[in-house]
């Protein structure tokens, strides 16, 4: 079982428990990067500890006051993953330590998520507690918190417990806000959680973050590398197992952009079409649909249609005869194709085995315009009239139960066609 991330909250208590050690950070001749040095070279076998040679090395750009030290103790971190030591959790928190409080923080920083990240090591526990120590000691507002996350990311998909960061990624779009990052940058955040989030096995949620992608994109900045994400994003669309939101890719203003394509005829075709349009689209498509998997393309169209049939025909018997036939398939396999649908989560209906009917109950519109609202009123115009009538019916009742107990009069109703009350009136 994966271990479960949670970034959230200060950890500055995790990283230094005693504020003094924040106290002389800003000067090079800081007893905590000595203290790094004769660890670090005790971790390498040296002897002589002052006159060891790493410990020299560090002694020297520290008199000649070379920034580059901070960097170098960061790179030097990736030792602390190869040994079995007690002390290696509380080293790393002094890296963090001298990482934030260095004179180039930035090159610091990455610097020791690179080490975090692309050291080999068994110990990816390690790994993402000294990230996610890193992470909550920036500052909320740091764009260095992207970096972190991203390394946080890709530690837990090299261990294969990517599940343990998915209750955090709705968080993603408040972060970035917090982050400050650009538009490019968020970008490549989006690509890269896509990337390993599909690499998991999440094709829908990898999706997600591509249709994230997409919407960074608008008129102004659309061009030739836009329009070929477009178009790939069309056709992973169709590709997607139980993936039936075509209308939202479908106005999308980029989308809109590709008109005229036959990436946005097909997704045309699965908006609006039917098993015959998408047989006529494919046999002049050949080559485009070789990009997609064409025996799951015939199964969602064939779910589409049936849900469009069960719109069109809402609480009305629905034979296997018209199912099979708009389907294209045998009647001995209509029960199967319904119970697909509702499983897809596209209808609910009542299978009646013994006369060979369907009675859809609810259905997904593929598609929701004008038509559909019209379609809509009518209904409930229906459903209106149809509640005044049992209204009548009940209150007639009730009026007829109440004179014959008290042996009064008889009682009338008119029914009020305009309005949802009923209003009764009496003679004696």
């Known amino acids: 079982m994966s271990a479960s991330i949670f970034v959230q909250g200060s950890v500055e208590a995790q990283v230094c428990p005693n504020s003094k050690c924040y106290s002389s950070l800003g000067f090079l001749d800081s007893p905590i990067i000595q203290d790094l040095a004769s660890y670090i070279s005790k971790l390498k076998g040296e002897d002589g500890e002052e006159n060891a040679a790493y410990v020299q090395e560090i002694a020297k750009l520290l008199s000649a006051k070379n920034n580059d030290i901070y960097v170098k ?15 290696v959790e509380g080293a790393f928190n002094l ?49 260095l918190r992207y970096h972190a996350f991203l ?8 261990a294969d417990e990517l599940d343990s960061l998915y209750s955090q990624l709705e968080h993603i779009d408040k972060w970035i806000k917090q982050w400050g990052i650009d538009k490019e940058t968020e970008r490549q955040l989006y690509s890269h959680l896509s990337e390993k989030l599909k690499q998991a096995g999440e094709e829908k949620l990898s999706f997600d973050f591509s249709l994230k992608k997409l919407a960074t994109y608008d008129d102004a900045t659309f061009d030739s590398s836009v329009e ?13 197992e139980n993936w039936f939101a075509f209308e939202e890719l479908f106005q999308h203003s980029v989308v809109q952009k590709i008109k005229g394509s036959p990436e946005y005829e097909l997704l045309d075709v699965f908006l609006n079409g039917s098993l015959s ?10 080559d485009l649909l070789k990009r997609t998997n064409e025996e799951n393309n015939i199964t969602k169209i064939r779910l589409l249609a049936l849900a469009s049939l069960g719109c069109e025909n809402l609480s009305r018997e629905l034979s296997y005869a018209e199912i099979a036939k708009a389907l294209e398939i045998p009647e001995e396999e209509v029960e199967m194709w319904v119970i697909d649908v509702i499983r897809a989560g596209l209808a609910e209906a ?23 609202w019209q379609q809509l009123s009518s209904r409930l115009s229906t459903w209106k009239e149809s509640l005044n009538e049992i209204m009548a019916v009940i209150g007639n009742a009730k009026l007829i139960a109440g004179g014959a107990l008290q042996g009064g009069a008889a009682a009338v109703v008119v029914e009020d066609k305009t309005q949802v009350e009923v209003t009764v009136s009496t003679s004696n």
């Open 277 to 286: 349009t998408y047989k006529t689209f494919a046999s002049s498509h050949a």
């Open 73 to 87: 103790l960061a790179k030097d971190g990736s030792l602390f993953l190869t040994e079995n030591d007690r002390e």
């Open 350 to 372: 009542k299978l009646d085995q013994l006369n060979k009917t369907v009675m859809v109950h609810r259905s997904i519109y593929r598609v929701f315009g004008k038509e559909q």
């Open 151 to 158: 390394g946080l990311v890709d530690v837990t998909a090299q």
């Open 95 to 143: 890296l963090i330590v001298v990482a934030l409080n260095s004179v180039d923080q930035a090159a610091t920083v990455k610097a020791l998520i690179d080490t975090l990240t692309q050291t080999e090591s068994s110990k990816t526990s390690l790994k993402q507690k000294i990230l996610l120590n890193l992470y909550n000691a920036l500052p909320n507002d740091s764009t």
């Open 228 to 240: 070929t994400f477009a178009k790939d994003l069309v056709l992973q669309a169709i590709s997607i």
